[in-house]
């Protein structure tokens, strides 16, 4: 299922080489836990032995404004962490959409909030995974966990990392959280990734 | 080595000093380095014997690490571009007092206030002194996380080894960007070699003196050549460089920091393609690697200099290799940050006008 930028290359001698290195936009407004799914992603291709860079948008940002993080995952050391193309997007709401649409590589995937995005990609050359993420969350009685409930459907559908590494990172994250809330994001991490498997089965 | 942990550019530095043994801090905020005291107020406080002070300007934080120093205990400062300019006057000072220093400057786009972006606009002002007189300080490039760690604790020796402010020169991208990173044990200040030079009462010694005026021209002279020396000597012995690939290479790629990052991505990209493209990367960017790249000349021909400004270290290395190799320059000024596959077209272009392929 994971999808990345391969370049299968032959030298002179014939000897060829691959390369892999995925990445993937987190945008949404300031309180979404955007900028959270990023570390979490980044986190657990860590603990995978990854290479993955974390980089935040920065600067002249207002309170509940707009936030972006690039998240690099890579077999090879990074050489930029910026993503000029991204092979996934995860778009928490409506400006996210028109900001980052037009981005995404060829082939690449966009994770949307159908909460919150009632839009859809104009272009036909990637693939959308609408997610009602708030809804899941509040279903679940966690309503701050949708961005939990987004990174547990894009591990699942992406295989950038495994659900066993997400939940792992999460729970050293929020060591200071304790037990209970660990449980409701492990919780909430399973039915994202319950919710795209059953899409695509169905 | 400990645990790896997932950490921001500026969070590192401002860990890494603390693990040198730096125990006193002042600064005042701008982006894209506010993190790094945001990180260390918190970290000083845990601290007993730590003094962390937010400045009411950068003239201000400058002249505090300058006081800090000459009590003898490891003392820092950050900011970016337009802070560091303010600073200068006291990078100064501190070189003709000889003070040891570490400064990080976390650059950004300019001329003036500029904009917030990562840039290498910086590398003139950083690698000529700064500020007014005849001095250099030392100036290290770090170009990843783990570097970011292993540089900020050796600025610490070097400052106190040569009694001389260091700068750690790093952009946007590396004070804010996060990378997996380690730390080594921290150094505990009291087991660092005792400083013989320090202000810390005259009790039961003869007095001593840490002043830059000199206004006996005979004396100011002896002084300056005593500086000179040890810069010579720092030449001599401190210059650092990583070089990448260049054993076949018949074009060298020479970039520093986040541009030599994305450059090693470009030349792995052209190497795919069969191009025998290498990189040097110098480390210290005063003192500058120049045997290093003048030895490049035997075998490479063509050097491509690769900056995020519109040319500033290729004076340094037309300088070193002279009439022995040609060198050709691209750069993005302003906080652009090129992507390794621009570079990559650069060599390619440059390999097939030169027909070295």
């Known amino acids: ?27 949404g407004f300031g309180g979404q836990g955007v900028l959270m799914m990023g570390y979490v992603l980044a986190t657990a291709g860590m603990q995978e032995d990854k290479h993955v860079t974390y980089l935040p948008s920065y600067g002249a940002e207002v309170r509940g404004g707009t936030a972006n993080c690039t ?34 590589i060829t082939g690449g995937t966009v994770f949307l909030n159908s909460d919150m995005v009632e839009l859809r990609p104009k272009r036909g050359d990637v693939e959308v995974v609408a997610i009602p993420v708030n809804t899941i969350a509040e279903r679940l009685g966690n309503a701050r966990g949708a961005n939990m409930v987004m990174i547990g459907a894009l591990a699942q559908k992406t295989g950038l990392v495994s659900l066993d590494s997400v939940i792992k990172s999460i729970k050293e994250i929020f060591a200071t959280k304790g037990a209970k809330v660990h449980e409701m994001n492990t919780l909430a991490i399973k039915e994202g990734a319950a919710f795209v498997e059953e899409q695509s089965s169905s | 080595m400990g645990k790896k942990r997932l ?11 603390t693990l040198a043994g730096c125990r006193f801090y002042a600064g005042y905020p701008i982006t894209p380095q506010n993190e790094l005291p945001e990180y260390l107020s918190g970290r000083f406080a845990k601290l007993e014997d730590a003094t962390f002070i937010q400045a009411e300007s ?24 337009p802070g560091i300019s303010l600073k200068q ?49 030392i100036v290290l490039a770090p170009h990843s996380g783990q570097e970011l760690v292993t540089l900020t604790m050796k600025a610490f020796d070097l400052a106190d080894t040569y009694r001389t402010p260091v700068i750690l020169l790093g952009d946007g991208l590396m004070g804010q960007m996060m990378e997996p990173v380690t730390f080594p044990e921290p150094i505990e200040p009291s087991a660092l070699p005792k400083k013989e030079w320090t202000l810390d009462g005259a009790m039961e ?56 990052r994305i450059a090693k991505g470009a030349v792995n990209r052209v190497r795919k393609e069969g191009l025998k493209a290498g990189l040097f990367r110098p480390i210290t960017l005063w003192p500058f690697p120049e045997n290093e790249i003048r030895a490049l000349t035997r075998s490479v021909k063509h050097i491509l200099v690769f900056e995020m400004n519109f040319g500033q270290m290729v004076e340094d290395v037309r300088l070193s290799v002279g009439e022995k190799a040609t060198v050709h320059f691209h750069g993005r000024p302003g906080g652009i940050i090129s992507t390794p596959h621009e570079i990559a077209d650069a060599i390619t272009r440059l390999v097939y006008r030169h027909e070295l392929c």
Not at chain 1, 1 to 27: A, H, N, Q, W
Not at chain 2, 7 to 17: L, T
């Open chain 1, 1 to 27: 299922m994971c999808k990345k930028e391969e370049l299968v290359l032959k030298d002179r001698e014939g000897l060829s080489y691959t390369m892999s290195i995925t990445k993937t936009i987190f945008s």
């Open chain 1, 71 to 104: 998240i690099t995952v890579s077999d090879d050391p990074i050489a930029s962490p910026v993503a000029s193309f991204p092979d996934f997007a995860v778009l928490m709401n409506t400006p996210s959409l028109m900001r980052f649409e037009g981005k995404v």
């Open chain 2, 7 to 17: 950490m921001r550019g500026s969070h590192v530095i401002a860990e890494a000093a």
């Open chain 2, 58 to 81: 950068e003239l201000a934080a400058i002249n505090m690490v300058m006081g800090a120093s000459m009590t003898g205990v490891r003392a820092m400062t950050s900011s970016s571009s």
């Open chain 2, 89 to 137: 006057e006291g990078i100064s000072y501190m070189a003709g007092m000889e003070l040891p220093a570490v400064v990080a400057n976390i650059m950004r786009g300019g001329p003036g206030l500029g904009n917030i972006a990562p840039s290498q606009q910086d590398y003139f002002q950083a690698t000529r002194g700064g500020g007014h007189g005849d001095y250099r300080t």
């Open chain 2, 205 to 260: 010694r003869d007095s001593r003196l840490i002043c830059s005026l000199r206004l006996d021209p005979f004396k100011m002279e002896q002084h300056n050549w005593k500086l000179a020396r040890k810069y010579a000597a720092i030449c001599e012995r401190e210059t650092e460089h990583e070089s990448y690939l260049l054993d076949d290479a018949v074009v060298a790629v020479v970039a520093f920091g986040t541009a030599a």
